[in-house]
């Protein structure tokens, strides 16, 4: 699984979930238990993971969604 975004915004964590879960994209919010454990002092920030064959049809999802700010930069080749 590839981290698609890393927030401590519940409402964006939310809104992304709900666009994954409508077009069928399977995905995990990591870090949800660490980050309240931290008291949500935004130390520990959650991560949405996808897997590597829905990452460019997610990021497309996000982008139009005007998310796009959010999303991981893609690092490497």
Known sequence: MIE????????TISFVEAL???Q????LVLDQHM??????IGAIQRRVMVDAD?????RRILQ??????????????
């Open 54 to 58: 829905a990452l460019n049809r997610a």
């Open 4 to 11: 698609l975004i890393k927030t401590n915004n519940l409402v």
């Open 64 to 77: 139009d969604a005007e998310l796009g700010n959010e999303l991981k930069a893609i690092v490497g080749p």
């Open 35 to 40: 980050s309240m454990l931290e008291g949500s």
């Open 20 to 22: 994954l879960k409508g």
């Open 24 to 27: 069928g994209i399977e995905y």
